[in-house]
């Protein structure tokens, strides 16, 4: 029987420290899905279409590696594609009470799905989307904490907002 994992998340945008947990549950399991949330309660930096395309490049060359998006109820979703096993990262004791809580309420929703806790190396322990948006927003160098796609687009993005708020001021 092939296991397959689906690692959930908002990737906005994905670091070293999600490919650190992706890299080790591709390890443990068949096939590992990176499902990217489409709607998120947060506002994003990058769209889905974007989340997905710089996941897929991060990933590019993984053989059970892959990326997919879904909407509504997670849980819903493993189970349309198969998947007995949901993996998240866990960084330090103030993930622990989100990730507990939400272990258990996919737990309720659908018994036979399990979740199961990685954690990454402890160079990412401080790594957060948040941290390395910030740091890219404020022209500091993320690229030791992403991918190098990611750093470019992320580049990018600063460019363009800084070029708007350059643009708002004048009027
Ligand atoms: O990277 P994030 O933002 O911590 O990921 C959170 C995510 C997207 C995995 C979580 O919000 C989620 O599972 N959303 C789907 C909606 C859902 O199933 N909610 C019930 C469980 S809390």
Do not use: C, W
């Amino acid at each position: 029987m092939t296991t397959i994992a689906v690692y959930p998340g908002s990737f906005d945008p994905i670091t070293n420290g999600h490919l650190d947990v992706i890299y080790r549950a591709a390890t443990m399991f068949d096939r590992v899905v990176v499902a990217v949330a489409h709607n998120i309660e947060k506002v994003p930096l990058f769209t889905a279409a974007e989340r997905v395309a710089l996941v897929r490049a991060a990933v590019h060359g993984h053989q059970n590696v892959t990326v997919d998006e879904f909407d509504g109820l997670l849980v819903r979703y493993a189970r349309q594609i198969g998947a007995r096993v949901l993996v998240r990262g866990l960084r330090a004791v103030s993930d622990f009470e989100y990730e507990f809580q939400m272990a258990l309420v996919n737990r309720r929703l659908d018994r036979h799905i399990e979740t199961i806790f990685l954690m990454p190396k402890e160079e990412y322990i401080f790594l957060s989307s948040r941290t390395v948006k910030e740091i890219a927003a404020l022209g500091g160098e993320a690229s030791q904490f992403v991918p190098a796609v990611v750093e470019k687009a992320l580049r990018r993005k600063s460019g363009v907002n800084s070029a708007r708020r350059r643009r708002s001021k004048r009027v």
